[in-house]
């Protein structure tokens, strides 16, 4: 966009002066727009142009007036996907070695993007284009989305002008946790009003659009539109979720071979693939009994009601691209994160966020009865559910394993671009390799411009990824790619001009030792599905691209590796290191007059580790009542409140099992002076205790500890969802007043209390 600058010279007066402009313009003649359109977990074979049954009208529009690549490549999970979109580098020299709740204390997992790795938001402000974001982030620590920030790795701190969205790794479409630029806000209606996030967001997208169309014509935009879909919950209007009722009857594994097939008869896959074996964890679908039939499919139902559900809102930016005339003028890139998921296990779930230990392993969620019982929750508000691993080996096809795994189920996903400019042969398909890492260079290419080499202050890097803009009109060009590694908690791969090397960490020594791995071999430039190990037949190719591994790794940045597990003790050391203030010793709160979610990022601690919370409070009357502190949803938590005079507690385990206690005599008006412990024991039950003025009032056993709980924490309130919800309903917000509260967590170093050290000493 065209700006004057004043190059003439000021008087002492406006007569004095001589008035002379110089036109500056940062922005490329003819720049066009650009769009990344984001879906989460969505497998290689799930859209209807890539080979589905799945109703995609819109992407399918997209693949028909523009082209499919099959041979494109994330990084096996979200954050780390998003992280080297947005960027051009390898995730682990962006500082993300998985997602940011991965955290290994050094560059490779500090929770948040370098900022010497520009974001493509970043880059193109200094062109004078306008940037918008929203959707999910998933690129800032938990530890830092308090309603007090710190900001700086939000979107707003990332170079987009404005964002409208959640931060974190997975959220319920019906009853997200919304932040408004650096704010957080409430959903504008509910549910019951017709409220879904990915509506929500696609309303904002286009409203930014308008309102930068409306006020600068010219100037051109970036849009990141990076949906919550299809990650768990997959939630969608039951409208969507019922067109796709019997659909799915036939079982994962002919639907698997059905959609082979039709990707053969598309060309998405060529001609000679073969559909690689059943995953070993996935149950034939002719031995299940007919109840877990019916659940199953009404699992994928769901599945394939919220894709179509997404790709109507896709739909509604592509009819107002067109209807403002700039549809064509627009750079339009869509892609999933990775694979498709296996989260779901075995039997699929019905509320993620509860994973049965052996205390519950016959009546646990993985019970077929209780699913049964619970089938038309599935897709709903009542529900967190996730499809089992059977479909996801359905939606990868024709490629083994899933998310998180280096192999092609994992990491080869699919990608459509469109740009009818550059593009000649709409419709076509492209083969060439290409690594997610190459998207932001290749449009940074179509516009005609270059990575500054300081951005706010800050030497860039250069980028990491190459420009693919050359395969946008030629279709036979050879591969300009050439090595590309993959690393993902320990499962690693090497792709080197044809030739694939991989490591099955988790599978076979999850937590286990490095050197026990074992190199498979496959020749993916005429094994296109990964079908056939050859690494006996090729040792030498085999050493080769392990050595080759090595180089690339070290030049990325990879180690340390995680070893197997995505949350352990080693990424909560460091987030405890690196916040010590915020965990320990959380502080006071003065004056608390609201349901304050200022310790948002707190909720993971707290849930892992004992602690107690002491507060304050003033009650005019008996009637005075409500929420002290909450942590969680719904689906899992805990809940400290006032109710019927006294005080209580409830435990949500997995939203099945609650356990609740009240103190033993009411509370007195006035001010009083309450605390809440809960001390975890080593086969993880936990006890609880409640004490009102020093008096013990309440002993409570809480038999099983769910590490599952959701990332909010509240002050005199319940956001979202009741985590208790046959106690109270929301808004329960507490009528009296914190006058102060007070959150100690185990391993604190800033209280030299007696009491506090004997209680975390304490077996």
């Known amino acids: 966009m065209k700006k004057q600058k004043f190059t003439g010279v000021t008087g002492f007066t406006m007569d004095d002066t001589i008035y002379q402009y110089e036109t500056v313009d940062k922005t490329p003649k003819d720049a066009p727009n650009v769009v990344y359109i984001v879906l989460d977990d969505l497998g290689f074979s799930q859209l209807g142009c890539y080979g589905s049954t799945i109703n995609t009208p819109n992407l399918d529009r997209l693949a028909a007036e523009g082209l499919r690549y099959n041979n494109f ?33 050094c560059d490779n997992g500090i929770g948040h993007v370098h900022k010497d790795c520009a974001t493509l938001a970043e880059i193109l402000k200094e062109y004078d284009y306008g940037t918008y974001a929203t959707g999910k982030w998933h690129l800032t620590d938990v530890s830092e989305t308090t309603a007090a920030g710190p900001f700086d790795n939000w979107p707003l ?28 806000v409430d959903q504008p209606k509910t549910p019951e009003e017709g409220y879904h996030f990915s509506e929500d967001i696609t309303d904002h997208a286009i409203k930014y659009i308008y309102h930068q ?34 659909k799915f009857d036939a079982g994962w594994d002919k639907i698997r071979e059905q959609w082979y097939e039709r990707q053969k008869e598309l060309g998405i896959i060529p001609a000679d693939t073969k559909l690689t074996d059943r995953n070993e964890f996935v149950q034939p679908w002719d031995s299940l009994s007919e109840k877990q039939k019916k659940v199953y499919a009404r699992f994928m139902e769901a599945f394939a009601g919220m894709l179509e559900h997404t790709d109507a809102q896709i739909g509604r930016l592509i009819d107002y691209l067109q209807e403002i005339g700039q549809l064509d003028n627009t750079v339009i890139v869509f892609l999933s994160d990775n694979g498709a998921s296996a989260e779901g296990g075995v039997t699929g779930t019905i509320n993620n966020f509860y994973k049965p230990s052996s205390l519950h392993e016959e009546e646990g969620d993985n019970d077929i009865d209780y699913l049964y019982e619970h089938i038309d929750e599935i897709g ?42 550059l593009i000649h042969d709409p419709g076509s398909i492209r083969n060439q390799y290409h690594h997610v890492s190459d998207v932001t260079p290749t449009i940074l290419d179509i516009i005609g411009v270059q990575k500054p080499e300081s951005i706010k202050g800050i030497h860039q890097r250069p980028f990491q990824g190459i420009s693919f803009k050359y395969t946008l009109s030629d279709p036979t060009a050879p591969d300009r790619k050439h090595v590309q590694y993959f690393e993902m908690l320990g499962n690693r791969a090497i792709y080197k ?174 001010a009083v002076e309450i605390e809440y412990r809960l001390k975890i024991k ?38 979202y969802t009741s985590v208790a919800p046959e106690e109270y309903d929301i808004p329960f917000d507490f009528s009296g007043h914190i006058d102060k509260i007070s959150l100690f967590v185990d391993g604190s170093q800033t209280t030299t209390e007696e009491e506090l050290d004997a209680f975390f000493a304490a077996d």
């Not at 701190?157 to 019906?174: E, I, V």
């Not at 409306?214 to 969507?240: N, S």
């Not at 340390?560 to 597990?565: H, K, S, W, Y």
């Open 157 to 184: 701190g990332r170079g987009f002008d404005k964002y409208y969205g959640f931060l974190h790794a997975q959220m319920d479409q019906f009853h997200p946790r919304l932040v408004n630029d650096n704010t957080l």
């Open 380 to 421: 709903t508000q009542a529900a967190f559910n996730h499809y089992p691993q059977g479909w996801a080996n359905a939606g990868n096809a024709p490629f083994p394993w899933y998310k998180i795994w280096t192999y092609s189920g994992g990491v080869k996903d699919a990608m459509i671009v469109r740009y009818p400019k």
């Open 497 to 670: 001009d044809g030739w694939k090397a991989v490591v099955n960490h988790a599978r076979n020594a999850s937590g286990g030792d490095f050197a026990d791995d074992v190199w498979e071999l496959y020749h993916v430039a005429e094994d296109f599905s990964e079908s056939t190990n050859v690494a006996d037949q090729y040792p030498e190719k085999v050493q080769e691209l392990e050595r080759t591994w090595m180089i690339e790794a070290a030049k990325a940045g990879v180690f340390p590796m995680f070893n197997g597990t995505m949350y352990g003790s080693h990424a909560e050391k460091v987030r405890l290191n690196k916040n010590t203030r915020a965990y320990e010793r959380f502080g006071t709160f003065e004056d608390i007059l609201e349901p304050t979610d200022i310790i948002q990022g707190l909720t993971s601690a707290i849930n892992t580790n004992s602690h107690v919370i002491r507060a304050v409070i003033t009650r005019q009357s008996t009637a005075d009542h409500g929420v002290l502190f909450s942590a969680g949803n719904r689906f899992s938590g805990f809940t400290l409140y006032v109710k019927d005079n006294h005080l209580q507690y409830t435990y949500n385990n997995g939203g099945r099992y609650f356990h609740t206690t009240r103190s033993e005599h009411e509370l007195p008006v006035g």
């Open 73 to 105: 490549h994330t990084t096996a999970i979200c954050s780390a996907t998003r992280a080297s979109l947005l960027t051009g580098m390898n995730h682990h020299t962006a500082g993300i070695c998985g997602v940011v709740e991965m955290m290994t204390g």
């Open 213 to 246: 169309h409306i006020a600068y014509p010219e100037k051109p935009f970036f849009l990141y539109l990076a949906f919550g879909a299809m990650h768990t919950p997959h939630h969608a209007p039951k409208e969507y979720i019922d067109k796709y009722k019997g």
């Open 682 to 719: 080593k086969d993880f039950h936990a006890i609880v205790e409640l004490f009102i003025n020093n008096n013990k009032e309440a002993t409570l056993t809480v038999p099983e500890i769910n590490f599952m709980v959701d990332f909010i924490s509240t002050i005199g309130g319940n956001r």
